[in-house]
């Protein structure tokens, strides 16, 4: 009895959100160019899905995140693994990779798109841009937290390298490097918007543009609203992947 | 370029939260007014800067501050009671009003639409016609260069989908200097000049030869026409006569513009003095500020076959001629 009402206490406080954005807009008067009513938004949401706009857009957009968040996870955690074994490593590396994270990728995306060009390529890089930091910290901060007394453990049974790297390092390292994953996720989500912004033809960056352009607020709202989706889509995938190979954590426990 | 989710998200909290209505101005000081103009400071904006160096603007009773923030703001502020007026081109007051904006455009500044395609001479792009499955670079898909050429290429029979857009920022006149478009779209006032005084040879398409569209004028709120007309007669009265002097003085108006444009001096003198000939050459009519009804139905047309309007409107309430003298 009480999982399912727990289950439904989401669903219950975003309706809730739902009648108080309705009321208050209501209340203040406000006219839709400035705050559209959850009716007028719900109304541009179907009418763009109805048209097939808006899946169209959505899959440009989750096409740049997901072949982003590829290239940015794969680099940051060779880097990461890479980085976490050698100190020297560590020291030279440092300047670019705290530059990685402190220039405003707002600022460069610009400049990207000069370089690489109007297609989707610009957007991919932008996005693993992002994403690199965090996944690259959490790596490291993963593979350094492995016990010494499991490599001792590993040694005494005589382990390979890749051994070592398969069967302690990479499970042993997994529940930081997930997490680190779930920020990127949603990171991911805002580099491909940042692209789009720039310079797009098609995805929810462009809609928002367009939307904007158009002094059509409401589509503002329904592209802000499935990016949102999108996030929330990618971080319950890495929430699954979580309690997926992080099985043995809470049965050790 | 979050600016534009946040600009939005600010004007809502900011009128949630604010008292309302804006206080009447008193009667023995100068009524404070800011005015957005789209773009970044430019001897194309000289009108106002005589309109305030040579007192048109404080004898109507004003104190006029420019706001240089993109144009699309511009009119939400406007739109929502936060600005009085704004400088905007012609299409934005429609799509405005598409979207329930209670805006009207009070004069007309720019007669003939300012947008021109331009090319390196070579290509031998004389008509729209030739635009057909070429790469054009244009700021981005949004504004009076994307109504401009759309216009153009209306007026050809062609689609979008005939040609390949690229957007390039304001970077027009270095993206064909440099040959990475062989297109671009610009202001007739702006970037053919700077490109021929670059020595580049360049052949123009200008979209006013094509078509007759409402261009950039005055734009107020329906809300301060109602409550304050006289405000509304008495800037456009000042910002017409800034523009009749800028006619007939162009170099003096030059002079007293540099206060406004900051790094005027460090420009090419001579580009700078045929952008502002060029420029005046497009405001230039029998009644400074009329607008052209038929202009705002063409305008209509354009945006309807653009798919930017879903339905015709009363162009009746989207300008007006009764505060241009």
């Known amino acids: 009895m009480k999982k399912s009402i727990s ?122 841009l992002i994403v690199f930091f965090p996944v690259l910290v959490n790596t490291v901060v993963g593979v350094r937290a492995v016990s010494p007394a499991l490599y001792d453990m590993m040694n005494s049974l005589r382990a390979t390298r890749w051994q070592v790297m398969f069967k302690l390092e990479v499970p042993a390292s997994l529940p930081v490097l997930l997490g680190g994953l779930r920020v990127g996720a949603t990171l991911s989500v805002i580099g491909a918007i940042v692209g789009e912004l720039v310079d797009a033809k098609a995805g929810l960056g462009f809609l928002l543009k367009i939307g904007d352009f158009q002094y059509d607020t409401s589509m503002v709202f329904v592209a802000v609203i499935m990016l949102v989706a999108l996030a929330l889509a990618l971080y319950g995938i890495v929430t699954l992947l979580e309690k997926r190979f992080l099985k043995w954590q809470q049965t050790a426990s | ?59 109507a009773g004003m104190e006029v501050e420019f706001d240089y923030s993109f144009e699309t703001d511009g009119v939400k502020l406007v739109g929502a009671g936060e600005l009085p007026f704004a400088v905007v081109s012609g299409e934005q007051v429609l799509l405005a009003r598409s979207q329930g904006i209670p805006v009207t455009y009070v004069a007309a500044w720019y007669q003939k639409y300012p947008i021109s395609v331009v090319s390196k001479g070579g290509l031998g792009i004389a008509s729209p016609q030739d635009l057909k499955g070429r790469r054009i670079g244009l700021p981005g898909l949004f504004g009076a260069n994307y109504i401009g050429l759309r216009a153009l290429l209306f007026s050809a029979g062609l689609k979008e989908s005939d040609v390949q857009l690229e957007s390039v920022g304001f970077n027009q006149v270095e993206v ?42 005055v734009l107020a709120s329906e809300k301060i026409i109602a409550d304050d007309p006289e405000l509304v007669r008495a800037f456009v009265s000042a910002f017409i006569k800034g523009m009749q002097y800028t006619i007939e003085h162009p170099d003096e108006v030059y002079a007293l513009s540099a206060k406004h444009i900051p ?63």
């Open chain 2, 176 to 217: 064909l200097a440099t040959d990475q478009q062989e297109v671009v779209v610009g202001y007739a006032a702006n970037e053919p000049i700077q490109l021929k005084a670059q020595g580049i040879d360049v052949t123009e398409l200008r979209v006013a030869d094509y078509a007759n569209l409402a261009a950039n004028g």
């Open chain 1, 7 to 128: 289950r439904w206490l989401g669903i219950l406080s975003i309706l809730l959100g739902v009648f108080a954005w309705e009321y208050f807009v209501r209340l203040s008067g406000l006219p839709r160019f400035i705050l559209p009513s959850p009716l007028d938004v719900g109304k541009r949401l179907v009418e763009s899905l109805a048209d097939g706009s808006l899946l169209y857009h959505t899959g440009v957009t989750l096409l740049e995140v997901l072949l982003g968040l590829l290239l940015g996870v794969t680099l940051a955690t060779v880097i990461g693994y890479s980085v976490a074994k050698s100190r020297s490593l560590e020291k030279i590396l440092a300047p670019y990779l705290v530059a990685s994270q402190a220039i405003p990728i707002v600022a460069i995306a610009p400049l990207l798109v000069i370089w690489l060009g109007h297609g989707i390529i610009s957007k991919i890089i932008i996005c693993a």
């Open chain 2, 263 to 325: 790094n005027l001096a460090d420009l090419d003198q001579a580009v700078q003095k045929e952008v502002l000939a060029t420029s005046a050459e497009m405001w230039k009519a029998d009644r400074l500020g009329y607008s052209d009804p038929q202009a705002w139905e063409n305008m209509q047309d354009i945006l309807l076959e653009m798919g930017l309007i879903t339905e015709k409107m009363d162009l009746s309430k989207a300008f007006t001629n009764e505060f241009v003298p």
């Open chain 2, 1 to 59: 370029m979050l600016k534009k989710i946040i600009i939005p998200l600010i004007l809502v909290l900011a009128l949630a939260l604010s008292a309302c209505g804006a206080s009447q101005p008193k009667a023995d000081t100068l009524t404070k007014i800011r005015l957005p103009l789209g773009y970044i400071a430019n001897i194309q904006f000289a009108p106002l800067y005589a309109a305030v160096e040579k007192g048109f603007f404080e004898e």
